[in-house]
């Protein structure tokens, strides 16, 4: 009913950029937060970017170098990734809070590798 596609990720060199993109569709009524998680191996996964209301958030190891955005329109948010780092190695997350059936639930993408070299 709900769908949300990520892409965008791939590998890059220490010091590039890469631009995710996560487009939510179906039968949505509205949406909230949307946002963007990361996993490495071994690790949890963690906050990189959420933006609701016109608000953003990021983890204190991307601010400066990420930027969160959407287009309300399209239901889509992107995440530009400047200055990649190895440490930013992981699987990306895209979250979307939407309005479904009269609640609110919470939904993720598949997953996109993002790799940084050094």
């Known amino acids: 009913q709900v769908q949300v596609v990520e892409s965008g990720g791939g590998l890059v060199q220490a010091g590039g950029s890469l631009r995710l993109s996560c487009a939510a569709s179906g039968s949505i009524f509205s949406i909230g937060a949307m946002g963007w998680y990361r996993q490495a191996p071994g690790k949890q996964r963690e906050l990189v970017a959420i933006?609701?209301?016109?608000?953003?958030n990021y983890a204190d190891s991307v601010k400066g170098r990420f930027t969160i955005s959407r287009d309300n329109v399209k239901n889509t948010v992107y995440l530009q990734m400047n200055s990649l780092m190895p440490e930013d190695t992981a699987v990306y997350y895209c979250?979307?809070?939407?309005?479904?059936?009269?609640?609110?639930?919470?939904?993720w993408g598949q997953g996109t590798q993002v790799t940084v070299s050094s």
């Open positions: 979250y979307v809070e939407g309005v479904v059936r009269g609640t609110i639930r919470d939904y």
């Open positions: 933006i609701t209301g016109g608000r953003t």
